[in-house]
């Protein structure tokens, strides 16, 4: 779905393109192409997983799919009894992050202070 295609693109796109450049002058091109490529076969196979995972909760919740903070509760509520206390917390994190790393970041009430020098177009 969307959501999980969000989150894939803003794990491996994110602010870490932008650090690529830097990344690679410090480390040189071999280790630098090696290095990568082992984060991607890293990322992708925790991708992997999740979906894997997400799949198989959906099979023993009887439901069509998860969200990501669903798929983590559920989870947390499956595994150990030491982590089923966690299950409630889980959709904590996931939400605060839709929520303040947005585009437009946290949304601000009529009140926020304006420049006088702004002007709407």
Do not use: D, W
Not at 62 to 78: F, H, I, N, R
Not at 100 to 117: H, L, V, W
């Amino acid at each position: 779905n969307a959501e999980t295609l969000l989150h894939l693109l803003k794990g491996s796109l994110g602010t870490g393109i932008l650090a690529m450049p830097m990344a690679f002058y410090h480390s040189g091109y071999i280790l630098g192409v090696i290095a990568t490529a082992c984060i991607g076969v890293l990322c992708t196979y925790c991708i992997h997983m999740l979906i894997k995972c997400e799949y198989e909760l959906c099979k023993r919740r009887k439901v069509g799919s998860l969200t990501y903070p669903a798929t983590a509760e559920c989870a947390l509520m499956e595994g150990p009894s030491f982590f089923q206390g966690l299950a409630p917390y889980a959709v904590i994190g996931p939400n605060a992050e839709r929520t303040f790393c947005k585009k437009e970041g946290p949304r601000r009430g009529p009140t926020a202070p304006r420049s006088p020098g702004l002007q709407p177009l």
